[in-house]
């Protein structure tokens, strides 16, 4: 469903995506890890078309999604950064992104579900931010997509949340839906992935599920088994 | 981009600024009667006020509306929804809200007086469409300083050194240049120049209007000559036309190849 190839990006000096090919197909939970800076966000946010690669192809259910727009009405994103308009409420945020896509949306379950009810009227601003990764998950999930990209969609949640959060991962999976997330939680890519797509240097460093990850590595546990892949950047002359 | 314009406007009504430009307008245009007791001077004073002021508070209120609106900009980025209709949307929003109030705020003291009984209505209504170019203009530029600028305080620096650029220090440069050279004919050289700075523009062809020219000695006589036939008017309104879409096509230039 999602065709990367040869994607490469530099931010000035810092070469984040260097020749990364990968390719996901439909269905399944798949994890995006890496250590910090290794352009987990960067690949997602190419893929959205918020960062422009400089060379390389990206494509969504066979079709070219550099500067294209209209996809996107097929994809949900939960940006890891709730950072919203601080002057809208809460209901007046679901109500505009609502109507900016032409699309029928089910937040009222949703907000049910989040306890979301008595903060509708308040303001952005004025949240916690946990409450804000509610409302963010709300904005999420509302909308009924072939691919969900959720970046760092834990963070900030009550362990209540966080099960719900986990539910309605799975209940997308179910469904037949793709997922991407990225996480630094172990214990969620245990419990939800069906794949894990490991990032180092901007390249795929490993692809496979969980029990390959584990006997590559000769590790028993997945969080010690990621931690030797990340100990490989760590060390002089690594791959 | 309807809708985003929409959103924009009513993000800045619920901002208050734009009431305090409005109110401080409102307030100028009857303080402005009130004294000079006569149109025509108080169209002399507003002229001399819009000039610098509109290009000050667009290019301040386009900084602003940009490095506030950020979060809102990148919400908007992951939905469908083309690049350049959120920018356009957002800058036209802007520019529509702030000519609004300029209009308004200056356009009710004026009607109140006696505006259509007056002779003055050209004159008045050639003044807000040059204060409604120059919101425009200054908006376009500020929104690319402020895409090509991270840091806020960089942006806002920039913005008003493009605005002091334009507003004083090329009159100041002209003056000299005028002063050094004045052994040679410099009508040709004054005109142009007049042309590609939108703040001179504006000026000169209000002045003209205004058949003050006759303060302007010579230059003012071949300025008259230009700036008076409806070919003049026209090539200048063309003029600062072309000074709205250049930066606004860079501003679409611009968006559609930045990270965010």
Known sequence: MIEITQLYKKFGKLTVLDGLDLTIDKGGVFAVLGPNGSGKTTLIKCLLGMVIPNKGEVKYHDKSVLKQWKYRNNLNYLPQIANFPANLSVIELIKMVKNLRPKTANENELIEKFDLQPFLKKKLGNLSGGTKQKVNIVLTFMFNSDLIILDEPTTGLDPIALIYLKDLIKKERDNGKTILITTHIMSVVEELANEIVFLLDGKIYFKGSVTTLKAQTKQENLEHAIAQLISKQYQPNHA | ?260
């Open chain 2, 1 to 260: 981009m309807l809708k985003i314009l929409k959103y924009s406007i009513y993000d800045l009504l619920r901002s208050r600024w734009s009431y305090v430009y409005f109110i401080f307008y409102l307030i100028l245009g009857f303080v402005l009667l009130f004294l000079n007791n006569d149109i025509n001077k108080a169209i002399i004073t507003l002229l001399n006020i819009i000039i610098v002021l509109t290009p000050l508070i667009g290019t301040i209120f386009g900084v602003m509306y940009y490095y506030n609106s950020k979060e809102f900009t990148e919400l908007l980025l992951a939905q469908p929804i083309k690049r350049s209709t959120i920018f356009m949307g957002q800058y036209l929003g802007v520019s529509i809200s702030l000519t609004l109030s300029l209009v308004l705020g200056i356009g009710i003291p004026f009607v109140l007086y006696g505006l259509f009984k007056s002779a003055a209505i050209f004159d008045f209504g050639l003044l807000l469409v040059v204060g409604a170019f120059l919101n425009f203009i200054f908006v376009a530029l500020a929104y690319n300083i402020a895409l090509a600028n991270e840091n806020k305080i960089k942006g806002f620096g920039y913005a008003i050194l493009v605005w002091l650029l334009l507003a004083v220090v090329y009159d100041g440069v002209f003056m000299i240049l005028a002063i050094k050279f004045q052994e040679y004919p410099l009508d040709k050289f004054a005109l142009i120049s007049m042309m590609l700075n939108p703040i001179d523009l504006s000026r000169t062809l209000i002045l003209l209007k205004l058949d003050i020219s006759a303060l302007l000695g010579y230059t003012g006589a071949v300025f008259k000559e230009f700036f008076g036939t409806s070919l003049g008017l026209f090539i200048s309104l063309f003029v600062l036309f072309t000074w709205v879409l250049i930066p606004a096509w860079l501003i679409n230039r611009k968006a559609g190849r930045k990270d965010f």
